[in-house]
């Protein structure tokens, strides 16, 4: 008689239990995390800038760079570096076209919008400010992180540093901030920069020796830190309070 009642129990508890790790795994898929997106050229030039919700992604390779392929879509899951680029491009006309590759060593990323990789160049990859240690497609990503696609001019040189530039994101009308401007090594050590222009005060500032300036603002803004060779900084989105 007891046999009779446990058997019953014990498949129902373990039942409960797989049906509760299912669930838990689907809810992980579905789940998307905050990440900052940034696409900047060797040009200077900054494609996108803003923050991307990612997670869990199916990628349809539609080209056949790096010695790479086309072929069906494939689900990648988590929060991943190629995902987050595919579901930003999705949403955000400046990432239109978007190519990208697969191999034998995962996705490669061929274009972002309508910039190929030619010749030497090549899309390299960092996540919070120093060089990622995988591809885009190997890349994990969490809550907050930082993901920078810079087109570099050849894989023959290490890539300049990069800027970040801290400043207020939130002021009243007329104050002046103090700003703050950072390179950024390849292995993420940081050192401040003298000599970088910040833009989108009411004028023009250049950092002094640590790297501070005063930038007066005068109404909703979008600065960014400049400087010759170096790799600009994120955009600080500057708004008026009430």
Excluded at 167 to 191: H, L, Y
Excluded at 194 to 223: C, F, H, L, N, W
Aim: glycine share 12%; charged share 20%.
């Amino acid at each position: 008689m007891t046999n009779r009642i446990t058997s019953p129990a014990v498949g129902l508890l373990l039942g409960l239990v797989l049906l509760l790790g299912l669930s838990s795994q689907q809810a992980h898929a579905g789940t998307k995390v905050p990440v900052h997106l940034r696409i900047v050229t060797f040009k200077g030039k900054i494609v996108f800038d803003r923050t991307v919700r990612t997670g869990t992604a199916k990628v349809k390779p539609n080209d056949d760079c790096l010695g790479g392929r086309t072929g069906p879509a494939r689900t990648v899951a988590g929060a991943t570096g190629i995902g987050l680029l595919a579901q930003a491009s999705m949403q955000y006309s400046a990432l239109k076209p978007l190519t990208i590759a697969d191999s034998d060593y995962g996705f490669g990323v061929c274009g972002i919008g309508g910039i190929a990789a030619q010749g030497k160049q090549w899309w390299s990859l960092y996540n919070n400010f120093k060089s990622a240690p995988t591809g885009a497609e190997g890349l994990k990503l969490k809550k907050g992180d930082s993901v920078l696609f810079y087109l570099a001019k050849t894989y023959e040189q290490l890539n300049p540093d990069l800027l970040y530039l801290n400043t207020p994101a939130k002021v009243r009308k007329g104050v002046t901030v103090k700003s703050r401007v950072m390179s950024f090594d390849s292995a993420g050590k940081k050192s401040p920069v003298e000599g970088a222009k910040i833009t989108g005060g009411a004028s023009d500032v250049y950092t002094d020796p640590q790297g501070y300036a005063r930038v007066k603002i005068t109404g909703k803004t979008r600065m960014v830190a400049r400087k010759s060779g170096l790799i600009p900084s994120n955009r600080v989105y500057v708004s008026i309070r009430k």
